[in-house]
């Protein structure tokens, strides 16, 4: 099903297509990613996609943690930036859970 797209239950009401539905993305990244940066970048991109809140955080191991919330075609769009060697530093590699949004955040915040 395109993005664009529609979709139907048994009960003939039209649900909301995929990429807006409401998602949580956690994602670790690795890499020479502490110290360049990284996060202060991370926070421009979700202001930038828009409609992302959440955080960025350094972790004791160099990683870098992004949780964010939003539609998942947002989180999408910032997960395609943290792959796309357009950031500071050197990504190594990108994992990602994805899970329903657990809300509390007010705006994206480096921590």
């Not at 990244?29 to 202060?40: L, N, Y």
């Not at 409609?51 to 947002?74: H, Y």
């Amino acid at each position: 099903m395109a993005a664009s797209e529609t979709r139907s239950d048994n009960t003939g009401e039209t649900e909301e297509p995929r990429g807006d539905e409401p998602a949580r993305v956690t994602v670790w990244v690795r890499g020479e990613v502490q110290g360049v940066g990284f996060r202060w970048f991370t926070r421009a991109a979700a202001l930038r996609v828009g409609g992302l809140v959440g955080f960025a955080l350094n972790l004791g191991d160099g990683r870098v943690q992004i949780v964010a919330e939003g539609t998942r075609s947002r989180c999408d769009l910032l997960l395609e930036w943290l792959r796309s060697g357009d950031t500071p530093g050197s990504v190594e590699g990108v994992t990602e859970i994805w899970d329903a949004p657990r809300g509390g955040y007010r705006g994206f915040a480096i921590r």
